[in-house]
């Protein structure tokens, strides 16, 4: 008969407490959660004809209607390899414009254009579609959402990559 060594923990148990499963990982959950929220995304962007990189930017621009490209930049983490393409089609569209700068000539402004402006309005009923779609109160998608912040913060304090 076999006999199991107690002291051994049991699959089941070790599997609670191992680190390296995947189903364990923050990261992954982050990254799937992530996936799924574009996903949802998607089809209600495809009606502005916009992308979600894109979407994101005209969020930041309807908040402030002119920032720097680097203000940008830093508002979505994005760098300017990965934000000038997207503010060429932008601009390509007419939902923005891009312009030197005259008391700096390093900088680049960007502006809403009225058609920019008028695509909020179209825009409007997204937040509540994804509400919907996440099956969460405003106050827990709020306090989700605050607490991922203060992680973002906590991570971004924590690299020693810089």
């Not at 148990?13 to 996903?39: G, I, P, R, V």
């Not at 940008?72 to 923005?96: F, H, Y």
């Not at 680049?108 to 825009?123: E, I, P, Y």
Request: with cysteine; aromatic share 4%.
């Amino acid at each position: 008969m076999f006999m199991r060594d107690t002291t051994t923990p049991s699959r089941t148990e070790a599997s609670s407490n191992d680190w390296l499963l995947l189903d364990q990982q923050l990261c992954f959950a982050l990254y799937s959660t992530s996936l799924a929220m574009t996903k949802i995304y998607k089809p209600l962007l495809s009606e502005l004809g916009l992308t979600y990189p894109q979407y994101l930017v005209m969020l930041v621009l309807w908040e402030s209607n002119t920032l720097t490209v680097s203000e940008l930049g830093t508002r979505l983490t994005l760098d300017s390899g990965t934000l000038t393409p997207l503010l060429k089609r932008l601009e390509s569209a007419g939902l923005v414009a891009r312009e030197r700068d005259a008391k700096d000539e390093r900088r680049v402004l960007v502006n809403l254009t009225d058609a920019g402006r008028r695509l909020r309005a179209s825009a409007a009923d997204i937040p509540e579609k994804l509400l919907c779609a996440t099956q969460c109160s405003i106050s827990e998608i709020q306090s989700l959402t605050s607490r991922l912040h203060a992680l973002r913060s906590t991570l971004e304090s924590a690299r020693t990559d810089d």
